[in-house]
């Protein structure tokens, strides 16, 4: 990806591996001022269809662990990630995930289901605060100076190419969203994503 990278893994020792126990693992990685970690277990040796794992990051950007996962988030200032990835076969469930940013925080749970030729998304989120101010290139300090009054939402953007590699399901409650001047309370929201046409 062009951005350098460190990664350390840890295990049991090879020579002690048995199926008659579970394997376990714990692993480090950094790349443009994020950084990974957790550790998890393998219930059967070498074999990845099956893991469990908890896992935590921070850094400078969300977006920025794109170099260390491969996946496009969206901007955001200073942050730490919190959560628990558990997979079986090819169902892939992240629980107690925990988001903070600046003032605005996220929790709640993705699961994937990639045994169809689409992968289903099954997205529920909740959030106590969410600021637009804590997301796109300005809240992570990327943005060009501009003058005037903050816009009332924030320019951050989603990638659309994103859209058409899977469907989804989305479900997400809020206590209080914070725009430039207004606030609301209880802001819950539901939609699908299918075919590339979000509802």
Partial sequence: NGHPASFEIKSDPLASASHQRPYHFSYNERSSGSH???????????????????FEAGGEDL???YYLVGLHIIN?????????????????????????????????????????????????????????????LRAAGR??????????????????AGFQKADAAIAVHIDQVELARLRLQNVAAKGSLDHGVLT
């Fill in 36 to 54: 990974l970690a957790g550790e998890g277990v393998l219930p059967r040796p070498f074999d990845f269809s099956a893991m469990e794992s908890t």
């Fill in 63 to 65: 977006q920025d662990l």
């Fill in 76 to 136: 955001t200032g200073t942050y730490r990630l919190t959560g628990k990835l558990e997979r079986d076969g090819l169902h892939f469930n992240y629980s107690d995930l925990s988001v903070h940013s600046g003032q605005s925080d996220m929790r709640g749970s993705v699961g994937v289901d990639s045994t169809r030729t689409r992968p289903q998304l099954d997205v529920r989120l909740e959030s106590h605060v969410f600021r637009f101010a804590d997301i796109g």
């Fill in 143 to 160: 943005a060009l100076p501009v003058s005037g009054p903050p816009l009332l939402l924030s320019q951050a953007a989603l990638n659309p």
